[in-house]
């Protein structure tokens, strides 16, 4: 069948697109509020998903292992946040994409307990029973739906809840503060503002919600392989956040969806081309996309654009 | 009691080189509280490293800065302004991309809001928001800038990015307000109204001001007390009647580097 037209397809499609969601608002506490530059960002992710696979392969229950996974993915933040986190911004960043590599390669490296390279089977557990049991229960009213769909709909719903908590939060005088150590980092000291507190927060809470991000992964993907989360995954990120707007958590879902219809879509139009070189397209559509942004609208989507001249 | 001691700020011999150069070297004065102190001296004389050095924006080799009966020299620059010691910056440091109001509510203390935790229960927090949001407005109203209240910070002038510095370190409720040449780039006659208005608020509240001044005759008229800097160390301090016809002082101006303007 024609995947064009195949609705599990697009469904599938638009889980990656649910998922990304989550992790660009993530990288939007971090960035768009803090002025965080974190290249490292997967990593964060990665913690999310290998620390639900390996807790659910060796026996944890599901419930359980997934706020553990997040908690965990959080704590990394601050672990990294330490001794980084007095850092210019520039170096910061140079630090992040290091540690983000570096568990990569340990994660690749440990293959007794991850799997290395051969991947880490039947990461999300029961996850497929589970699925089944939602599948027949609607079956049984009556209603047939692609196997794909309760993991879309859970997807989305985490990251409405995701982006609902941080405008929840959005007005708060601890986002005001957070705002503050952005622009200024010595006229926040200069009225009693703990800024390292307050980044080292800010990147824990991006952190915790990238490993929220690497929960849904586990469930979509069922195995894990460590070039699930090589540094392009970051990027693609940030592709994601300029595109939808810096500050705007609204952007980033549309943003999200865009970035993944391109990247998940672009390998099944029928192009005259060998198949590496369609895979190796997409990257380049990404590209084109995000330059003529820069170009063109370069607060993103929803981004405001009387902030984008305010420097100073 | 601390509290009740005459001299809220005692420097001790501080001292912070940077290489080869000796910015302050071996500076020692007396703050009286409730006064206004003025920091003055040629250009390069170490003044704004010793504001740096007393608020903990740079850290000391050695020295004591006592403020309220305890040594903080060496402490974060945050801890410092949380215990009463606010500056502003000669280089004003305006948060461009926000209001200007909400760079004056940033500086209130005490807002359970700015911790985490308590930032996802608004009702822990939002009386106290528009109470600092109505004494953010008193502040702006006070030097002046009420009409600019709902701009972003960045379309303000040099002086009025003067002005909005003085009014955040003003929302901080200091007890030492230290003013790294405020006056610079502000309408002489706006400039003469803050003074009065600092002048009257030591009154009411007992604050305690000080100034670092390039120029003698801004703050002669309204100084208790007058710190002269020179090459890193402090010529003398005292009244400025008596600092005016010191022969030190007037060596100091005029051979060092006055000409640099």
Known sequence: ?312 | MAESSPTILEVDDLRRHYGGVRAVDGASFTVQRGSITSLIGPNGAGKTTAFNLLTGFARPDTGRVVFEGSDVAGHRSDRVARRGMVRTFQLTRVLGKMRVIENVMLAAQQQPGERFVTAFLPTRWRSREEEIRHEAAAVLEQVGLSEKAEDYAATLSGGQRKLLELARALMARPRLLMLDEPMAGVNPTLGREILASLDRLRHETGLTVMFIEHDMDVVMDISDEVIVMGEGRVITQGTPDAVRSDQRVIDAYLSGGSGHE
């Open chain 1, 1 to 312: 069948m024609d995947p064009l037209l195949a609705f599990g397809f697009w469904a599938y499609v638009l889980t990656v697109a649910g998922v990304y969601a989550v992790f660009v608002l993530g990288l939007q506490v971090q960035l768009g509020d803090a002025g965080l530059l974190n290249f490292g960002h997967v990593a964060f992710m990665a913690v999310g998903a290998y620390a639900t696979g390996l807790m659910i392969t060796n026996g944890v229950p599901m419930l359980i292992a997934i706020p553990c996974a997040v908690a965990l993915a959080a704590l990394f933040g601050v672990l990294i946040g330490l001794p980084t986190l007095r850092l210019r911004g520039d170096f910061f960043a140079i630090v992040t994409i290091a540690a983000g590599e570096i568990l990569r390669i340990i994660i690749q490296n440990r293959q007794d307990e991850t799997g290395g390279t051969l991947g880490l089977r039947r990461a999300s557990g029961s996850w497929r029973e589970t699925n089944n049991t939602i599948l027949d229960w609607f079956s049984g009213r009556g209603i047939e739906l692609d196997r794909r769909v309760p993991l879309l709909v859970i997807t989305w719903v985490v990251a409405v809840l995701v982006a609902l908590l941080l405008r929840h939060i959005g007005r708060s005088p601890w986002r005001r503060a957070l705002r503050a150590v952005r622009e200024n980092e010595d006229a926040a000291a200069a009225v009693g503002k703990p800024v390292f507190n307050l980044k080292l927060q800010a990147l824990a809470l991006g952190a915790a919600i990238a490993g929220i991000s690497g929960v849904l992964f586990t469930l979509l993907q069922t195995s894990l392989y460590p070039e699930n989360f090589e540094p392009i995954v970051t990027f693609i990120g940030f592709s994601i956040l300029i595109l939808g707007g810096i500050g705007s958590y609204f952007g980033v879902v549309v943003g999200s969806i865009i970035i993944a219809f391109i990247i998940s879509g672009v390998r099944f139009l029928d192009f005259p081309l060998e198949a590496d070189k369609v895979a190796a397209l997409r990257y380049v559509v990404v590209g084109l996309l995000i330059m003529g942004m820069m170009a063109f609208r370069p607060q993103g989507i929803f981004g405001k654009r009387e902030e984008l001249h305010l420097d100073g």
